[in-house]
């Protein structure tokens, strides 16, 4: 069946770096947009990173711009997430999301079908 | 950035009660929205996307409507599964992506 499974997070010291997995299997990853989404402690969720199908683009929120990077390897059916320069701020759980893009009513829609159960980052 | 704003925070509500979340958009989103699921201790799982489509394998009492700025989602008939947090998201202008800060729902 779809899945996505999170790997990689842990305890780390503010201004270290942490590297995140998500592993995907039941899809043909490469033919799908990946979204990471973070949630802190008792708080909403978080957008904090988009790539394209391919890893031709990526996107950021001003939170994590020029600390985050998000990348893919589509032979491997992995996401990661490297997480340099932590803070305090970035302690949550993070989960990785399969985004469809679907042709509907004249126009294309955006959702997340599937998400991963999350890892958790602790910067301490 | 779109701002998202759920009302209620929070909602006690009891087994078989209809139950409606409001979602409210800063500026016009069109039919760009979806709804998530959260369980305490579980990932978000999509209800209902483009503002009314229920997602497959989400049963007929979950519901969505509303347009541009304001959007409303219903639990006809709620069940004991169905206390949790529910969480609007916006994809008209992405990114960034933006949720909603979610609405707590309990058992009075």
């Known amino acids: 069946q779809v899945q996505l499974e999170e790997s990689g997070g842990g305890v780390v010291q503010p201004g270290g770096s942490l590297r995140l997995s998500c592993a995907a299997s039941?899809?043909?990853?490469?033919?799908?947009?990946m979204n990471w989404v973070r949630q802190a402690p008792g708080k909403g969720l978080e957008w904090v990173a988009s790539i394209w199908y391919d890893g031709s683009k990526e996107f950021y929120p001003d939170s994590v711009k020029g600390r985050f990077i998000i990348s893919r390897d589509n032979s491997k059916n992995t996401l990661y997430l490297q997480m340099n320069s932590l803070r305090a701020e970035d302690t949550a759980v993070y989960y990785c999301a399969k985004v469809v893009k679907e042709a509907f009513r004249g126009a294309y829609y955006y959702y997340m079908d599937v998400w991963g159960k999350g890892t958790t980052v602790t910067v301490s | 950035d779109i701002r998202m704003t759920q009302s209620p925070s929070s909602l006690s509500a009891s087994v078989g009660d209809r139950v409606t979340i409001t979602c409210r958009a800063s500026q016009s989103i069109g039919t760009y929205l979806n709804w998530y699921q959260q369980k305490a201790g579980n990932a978000p799982k999509l209800l209902i996307y483009?503002?009314?489509s229920l997602q497959t394998g989400v049963p007929s009492r979950f519901s969505g409507s509303g347009s541009e700025t304001e959007f409303t989602f219903t639990i006809s008939s709620l069940q004991p599964q169905d206390f949790a947090t529910y969480f609007c998201q916006q994809s008209y202008s992405t990114p960034p992506i933006t949720f909603g800060q979610g609405t707590r729902l309990d058992i009075k």
């Open positions: 039941g899809f043909t990853f490469r033919s799908y947009g």
């Open positions: 483009a503002a009314s």
